[in-house]
């Protein structure tokens, strides 16, 4: 009788604890389930369709080696376009001055994803233009003792040193078009000496010499190159030389463009594209930047190079197509100088050339 009784009070314990966990269960099951109904997606942000710079913003692209930047010069909302120039830093490596006035533009999108590294912004207007004229280094004044006595004239000490060849820096503007005039504002540099005359050379033997030389200081000279209409087109030697006889020689410093009254020569193969211009003249050595290209008859899957006798400087990237117009990236590389063709090339095998297009100094 008592074996029942345990057996019976020991089946009603185990029937209350199945229902006291079943209820825990039922709990938990119904919390999870709330937790998850509770779980909302990620927020996406829309990416923004403002400009991320503004006009004297001062940028460099990560991948280049050159010392240049580009300055942001304005820009056009409704074109979605930047207006850029060059700008060179100062020798002391402030920021920074402008070789001439030009500009390019260029598509926000395809800017702001190559130069990536803002370095610091200044106005515009305060970037001067033309490079700036090294300060002569002052000559030491010896003192004369006060019990020495003066000379009834006492001489006059100079900056210049007779014994020293010229140097050449710099030249402004530093091209010209055959058969025009150019005055050259500022041929900058030291030790120039009262009396020197100046000569543009090509390595085809042909030679311009200067006229109404004025050495301004032993920094400075101002000329006038008178350019003949057949002169050789592309980059000339500057050379500057003494009364003393010694000699100084800027290689590549001067660059001489096809007459204005010409049409530039432009070869085509039948069918195929043809080139009318290029957005600038002029690119630095080493460097990396964009250069658009106009024309007719652009393949989608064309391509870009620069030619020179028997080297070839190929395209970089290709941003940008269209039948009429594309927008190319060089790397130009380190010690490449002189006078190049700009070539297209479609996936037919046609080509475009516009001969001594550009001209790369060092």
Known sequence: MNNNHLIATLAVLLLVLAVFLSGCSGSQSSSGTGSQAGVSGAATTAASSSPLYKAGDILKNPKSSSTSGVLIVSYDAGTDTYARAIIFPNSDGSWGYRTDSSTETMDRSTLEKIYTNYIKNIPVSQVPIGTPVPTATPVPVTTVPIYTPLPTTVPTATTTTSGAAPTIQSISPYYGYAGTSVSITSLAGYNFISGATVQLKNSAGQNISATGVSVVSSSTITCTFAIPSNATVGAWDVYVTNPNGYVGKYSNGFIVHQST???????????????????QSFMISPSHTSYTITGTNFVVGATVSLTSGSQTIPQFAIVSASSTQIVVFFDIPQN????????????????ATLSNAIAIHS
């Open 336 to 351: 490449y100088s002189g006078s190049w063709n700009v070539v297209v090339t479609n996936p037919d095998g046609t080509t």
């Open 261 to 279: 009254s010409a049409t530039a020569t432009t070869t085509t193969s039948s069918g195929g594209p043809t080139i009318t211009s290029i957005s």
